[in-house]
């Protein structure tokens, strides 16, 4: 791993919950939407996981910044910005949605919230959605407000959570569904709470807006927490590639389409609804995808993949390894790749060098199982 | 400073030349525009700012990305996008462009290199211009490609930058006026070179596509540059606030206007041409600004600004300050301040509160004298 540190600056933007985290030991971190995003505490790598599947973790993610889209074309513009038919969606709803251009490359995967028919926010992965969004209403003359507001995420996570989180917002916490999302007291104070986030673990995610009870709340969890183990905690490396959670910018980016990275039920090219790149898409999936995001299970016990890492057959280039991580689940290196066609097969055998060793793998499906 | 680690991942982008200045110290990284960019060396922060005022250093700036706009619509594209009258432009000059919204809002503010009339680079700052550009110009329906190519700029800066380049390259490259830029040959491969860079000591920024001649060039700009007391280095803190060299994010963004930041000259309101937010800016002028950027003198001998800091007056909040460091030069800490009407005026006096002691400044402008 790098020990070399990062230089702060206001550019990259501390969160609420800064000050407290370093107090708690946090050692890493990456940047996220030019903010600090936790990824690393005293614990190793491998403790911090069987913690997170077995207690409850807080996390700062306030890094996964909103874009509030308002107004009377509000739902235009963000249907027109994704390729999953929104046209159903309804009020309280969290919806995971592909943004792509006109072109059908990837721009961001945000989970979208409807606050209402004319008021959603993109909660997003790290790239500048706002701008996108700020150039199209722009261009198409639409009447929206676009904004960041202040809203800075906690993440509640791991199959303790709905205990913890029981004890502090009371039973109706629990009857929340998953994707749900709904208002809660904490003290006088409403809070936006939605069960979700980003690891398979089961958990919330708290939306704070009032910063001021947000931060009582982050103490008032860990005070509660004791009895649950709660421990600081971030985006898992091993629990987010063992449970496929796909990560912009590391496992796709905007020169992939969503056929590729697997978001077949996010792509709905049949609705009415207009969203830019549909009639790209049609194209591609007539003509069949170029390329895979496939898992991959390589013989090694450990890798760190600061950059794409070619995969090849017979000394070939089929494509690249993006993520991966050592998994102690499955005794191995796990990661993912975008592979070419015809080789994205299950099963395939491939190898790839590392540490100028070449070692060997097998293509799989993802989730791992 | 802060001594918590970076932690790497694809997301945060290598540069070709990330492996050569972690052997030669590299000790601290931000990260810009999704990249590595070097922040700190083995020499203390004052020995690399002697070393740049007087001899010649080799930087690791591939993070200024570039986004490529070309075809028939891209000079119309580019317009739109700032408020600096291009009309006049040339090909093979470099502008500085504000770019902003249609609020006036500030978004980025790249060097504009205009290739030919159908084809520009903005070579810019740390926010996704890409995704504004592509908004614009598919709500547009513009006929413009927008790209971003595969360019790592290496910035050759410091007064004795002239010798070293003019030993590479011969005595033409010394003909290059101030933000002009050519084509030039190294064994065989042509470089695009600007004078250009983000130091006030001189030098130039080689436009690096051919990624395999730039690591020879890196390595051979090291090897002539001996005689010169070549180092790596980066953008330097105390030189760049001391020259005002604003940084986007920092000092400035998407909450200001170009009329707050001192970017008058730039704002060419007068001109025919159109661009986003000409109104808007016209309304501002007309009505004067309600805040306006300043440089702040403060009697004291360190600072790390890692988020604003509330300037007051009599205890009242008038500002905050934005980037802030102890001068040797100086022998003060000098800061970029945002400071609000009607206090803007030079020789306020200010307070400052730095680890729980308040300290006393002075307005003034910038750059500092």
């Given at each position: 791993m790098s020990s070399i540190n990062i230089a702060k600056a206001k550019r990259l933007r501390s969160t609420p919950y800064t000050s407290r985290i370093e107090k708690q030991g946090v050692t890493a971190y990456s940047i996220y939407n030019h903010m600090l995003l936790p990824a690393g505490f005293k614990d190793s790598l491998e403790d911090s996981y069987y913690h997170l599947k077995e207690h409850v973790q807080i996390w700062d993610v306030a890094a996964e910044r909103q874009v509030e889209i308002s107004g009377d074309d509000s739902a235009k513009l963000v249907q027109l910005m994704t390729c999953r038919d929104l046209s159903k969606s309804k009020d309280g709803r969290?919806?995971?949605?592909?943004?792509i251009d006109?072109?059908?490359?990837?721009?961001?995967?945000?989970?979208?919230?409807r606050l209402n028919q004319n008021k959603w926010w993109l909660s997003i992965a790290d790239s500048d959605v706002i701008l996108f969004a700020k150039g199209l209403a722009i261009g198409k003359n639409f009447n929206v407000k676009i904004v960041e507001p202040n809203v800075d995420i906690m993440a509640v996570q791991g199959p303790k959570s709905f205990s913890l989180m029981e004890k502090v917002f009371g039973k109706a916490i629990t009857d929340l569904k998953f994707f749900g999302f709904d208002y809660f007291d904490f003290k006088g104070a409403k809070h936006l709470i939605a069960r979700s986030g980003w690891s398979k673990q089961g958990g919330y995610e708290i939306y704070v807006q009032n910063t001021e009870s947000g931060l009582k709340l982050y103490d008032y969890l860990f005070e509660l927490g004791t009895e649950f183990n709660v421990k600081p905690g971030c985006p898992h490396l091993i629990e987010r590639i063992e449970s496929a959670l796909l990560?912009?910018?590391?496992?796709?980016d905007l020169n992939d389409n969503p056929l590729e990275c697997g978001f077949d039920k996010y792509v709905n090219l049949d609705s009415n609804v207009n969203f830019l790149g549909k009639e790209k898409l049609k194209e591609i999936k007539a003509k069949g995808i170029s390329k895979k995001l496939m898992g991959v299970k390589i013989n090694h016990d450990q890798i760190n993949v600061s950059k794409a890492i070619e995969i090849r057959i017979n000394s070939k280039r089929v494509g690249e390894l993006r993520s991966g991580v050592y998994s102690p689940t499955f005794k191995q290196v796990i990661g993912i790749a975008m592979i070419d066609k015809p080789f994205f097969t299950v099963d395939t055998k491939v190898e790839i060098t590392l540490n100028n060793e070449t070692k060997t793998g097998v293509l799989c499906n993802i989730p791992f199982v």
């Open positions: 969290c919806y995971y949605c592909p943004i006109d072109q059908g490359g990837l721009i961001n995967d945000p989970v979208v919230l990560s912009y910018g590391n496992d796709f």
